[in-house]
């Protein structure tokens, strides 16, 4: 049985802007420098953004189980703001997960507001019940807190130089 969570962040940022990282690769370029605790790489496997693109993600030492793995963007839609990568291979799927998926959306608010939905969806192989407590929405919102942070420290930069 499929199963989700979610976990939703308000920011003061225009979801047009934080499409402009959510959207693109961007994301994957900054995952690991700005939340280096939670991937310590992200590589581009095949693609250029668009669906069918697969990454492939590492994380950092210390997981137990858990190195490496590949998603593949099975949506990405630039007119509503909402980007979904499945997991494809690696130790999420060899921990037992029989399906596990991220989906992102970008919700406005207002002309200066938004609010980012993360979303898990993830089936787990009935012998497998323990794994239901590694699923955490807790990176997902600490990826959305960073990226706004982000956008916003980068309109302070482009407004002082």
Same mark, same amino acid.
């Given at each position: 049985m499929r199963k989700s969570q979610s976990h939703d962040f308000e920011t003061d940022v225009p979801a047009a802007e934080l499409w402009e990282?959510?959207?693109t690769l961007r994301a994957a370029e900054l995952l690991p420098e700005l939340l280096p605790h939670v $991937?310590? !790489?992200?590589e581009v496997v095949s693609g250029d953004g668009c669906v069918g693109t697969i990454l492939q993600l590492t994380f950092p030492p210390g997981i137990p189980?858990?190195?490496?793995?590949?998603?593949?963007?099975?949506k990405v839609d630039n007119d509503n703001y909402?980007?979904?990568?499945? &997991?494809?291979?690696?130790?999420?799927? !060899? $921990?037992g997960f029989l399906y596990y998926m991220v989906r992102f959306e970008v919700i406005a608010k207002g002309p200066a507001s938004s609010v980012v939905r993360s979303t898990i969806e993830y089936e787990i192989d009935? #012998?497998?019940? +323990?794994?239901? #407590?590694?699923?955490? &929405?807790?990176?997902?919102?600490? &990826?959305? +807190? !960073?990226? #706004?942070?982000?956008? !916003? #420290?980068?309109k302070v930069a482009q407004s002082t130089s």
């Open positions: 990282v959510y959207g $991937l310590a !790489k992200v189980g858990l190195e490496t793995y590949r998603e593949k963007f099975i909402i980007k979904e990568a499945q &997991t494809i291979d690696g130790d999420i799927l !060899k $921990l009935e #012998a497998h019940p +323990e794994l239901e #407590a590694m699923v955490s &929405t807790g990176p997902l919102a600490a &990826t959305a +807190e !960073k990226f #706004a942070g982000y956008i !916003k #420290a980068q």
